[in-house]
Nanobody, 127 residues
Framework: QVQLVESGGGSVQAGASLRLSCAAS???????ITWFRQAPGKEREFVSA????????YYTDSVKGRFTISRDVAENTVYLQMNSLKPEDTAVYYC?????????????????????WGQGTQVTVSS
């Protein structure tokens, strides 16, 4: 059972940057890792994903050009660098992992594809 722990959230002003980390309890080099977020009163939404080998990355349109996902295989950690943050980025951010093979954006974006979830880290962006 892989355990995922998010960190790096916080409260910032619009335009600031944060880097979220998703640390795994064991080797996850065979897992795709994805970031989702959930704002109050809204459904959980896909943010970004990185394939198991790091060769493919995906982003939802609202964060393209601002967020960058990356992974450090040796550290069993996936990062989400978030720049130019906006108030609409405010949410609890969750990382999720799966060993299932995904070949498309649609697959990565489905929460039900992921058996492993972290507890979430709060990101609050004020205007």
């Amino acid at each position: 059972q892989v355990q995922l722990v998010e960190s790096g959230g916080g409260s910032v002003q619009a335009g600031a940057s944060l880097r979220l980390s998703c640390a795994a309890s064991e080797r996850t080099s065979t897992h795709a890792i994805t970031w989702f977020r959930q704002a109050p009163g809204k459904e959980r939404e896909f943010v970004s994903a990185i394939s198991w080998d790091g060769t493919a990355t995906y982003y939802t349109d609202s964060v393209k050009g601002r967020f960058t996902i990356s992974r450090d295989v040796a550290e069993n950690t996936v990062y989400l660098q978030m720049n130019s943050l906006k108030p609409e980025d405010t949410a609890v951010y969750y990382c999720a992992g799966t060993r299932s093979f995904c070949a498309s954006y649609g697959c990565y974006a489905r929460p039900r594809e992921y058996p492993y979830w972290g507890q979430g880290t709060q990101v609050t962006v004020s205007s």
